[in-house]
C-alpha cells in the first residue's frame, strides 16, 4: 500500500496507470477534481475558483486540500494504495513527501510527435488537432514546473509501443513498488 | 547521419552514448569545451569566461558558437554524425533546430537515488559524496530548463538496470535514428 502521483505530459497515457490502479482497489484521487467540487460549492467556473482559491489560501491551496483529504481517508481505515492525479510542480511534490512517508512519483513518457498524433486522435472534450494549441498546452504544464517533475520521477515508464506491453510495464511497476 | 543533442541529469549516463557514437565514426562536440576553449584564449577560468561570454553577447552565446563550429566542420565535409554534449535550456535546442533540419535530442533518465549512487561511487573530479551538493547541482541544471528539455526530448532512454541493456539500446537508438 502506497501514496503515489502520476506525472507526464497531455498525450502520454497517464490515464492507463489510474485505470489499472482503480481495477487493483487503489483509490484514484484527481486534484482537478478537488477544484472542481469547490467550484460547485462556490458557484463558479472550475477556472475562478482554481484562481480563488490560490488567491485565498496560496499557491498550494490545491495540493494541501489534496492532501487533508487523503488524511480523513486514511483516518477511515482506507488500506489499499492512493493515487494522485494533476500534480504539475515540483513543489507540490515536496509537499506530498514531506506529509506522507514513500510517496513516489510515476511519470509516463511519450515523445511530443507521437503525443500530438494520440491527443489528435482521440479528440476528448479538451483536445484539440491544432500544432500550435498543442504545444501552448505543454507550455502551461511546463511553466508550472511538470519538466522538473517529470526529471525528477521515481520511476519513469516509456510509453511509445502498443498498449499491451505499456499495460504490462504498469503492472510490473504496481508489483515491484507494491502499489 | 544527423545531429543530435544529448540531455539527462548527472549520474544519467550520458558518458556512454557520446562514446559509443565515437566508436560509429561520429563527431562528438562539448559546449563545455568550446566554453574551456574561449577561456583558454582570453587566460581567464571557465566559470569567467562563462559568465563574460554572456555578458558580451547575450545568453545564448554558447549555443551559437557550437553552431557556427559545426557548420564550419559540415562546409569542410564531414558527412557522419554529430553530438552535442551540454545542451540545457529549451531556448538552446529551438536554436539547434531551427538551423539543423531533423536536430534531434535524446535523453537519458535514471531515478534520482540511482543517479547519487552512481556519483558517489565514481567520483570524478566534479563529483560528490554529499547528498545536498548533488541535490544542488540537480537544481542549477534544472534552472536552466533542463527538465523541459528532458521532458520534450524525441527519444528516451532509461538507464536504471545493467550496462549491458543499455548498450544495447543505445546501439539500437543509433542504428533507427541513422545516427
Given amino acids: 500500500m502506497k501514496i503515489m502521483g502520476i506525472s507526464g505530459l497531455p498525450g502520454s497515457g497517464k490515464g492507463l496507470v489510474s485505470e489499472i490502479a482503480l481495477q487493483k482497489g ?17 458557484g463558479e467556473s472550475t477556472k475562478e475558483t482554481a484562481q480563488n482559491l490560490r488567491k ?3 499557491q498550494y491551496i490545491v495540493a494541501e486540500l489534496t492532501i487533508k483529504e487523503i488524511k ?6 482506507f488500506d489499499k494504495s492512493i493515487i494522485v492525479e494533476g500534480i504539475r510542480s515540483p ?21 511530443p510527435k ?3 498524433e494520440r491527443i489528435k486522435s482521440r479528440q476528448r472534450e479538451d483536445d484539440t488537432t ?14 508550472f514546473g511538470i519538466g522538473v517533475v517529470i526529471s525528477l ?7 511509445e509501443s502498443d498498449l499491451e506491453s ?11 513498488y507494491d502499489i
Fill in 166 to 176: 505499456y499495460e504490462k510495464e504498469i503492472r510490473e511497476f504496481f508489483e515491484e
Fill in 153 to 159: 520521477s521515481d520511476k519513469m515508464i516509456i510509453n
Fill in 91 to 111: 513543489f507540490e511534490v515536496d509537499l506530498f513527501k514531506e506529509n506522507f512517508d514513500n510517496f513516489i512519483i510515476l511519470s509516463v513518457f511519450a515523445n
Fill in 130 to 143: 491544432d500544432y500550435e494549441i498543442f504545444v501552448e498546452r505543454d507550455q502551461r504544464e511546463l511553466d
Fill in 56 to 58: 485565498e489560501h496560496g
Fill in 114 to 116: 507521437l503525443r500530438f
Fill in 72 to 77: 480523513e481517508i486514511l483516518k477511515e481505515g
Fill in 26 to 42: 487503489a483509490m484514484v484521487i484527481s486534484m482537478g477534481d478537488i477544484i472542481r467540487k469547490e467550484a460547485k460549492k462556490r
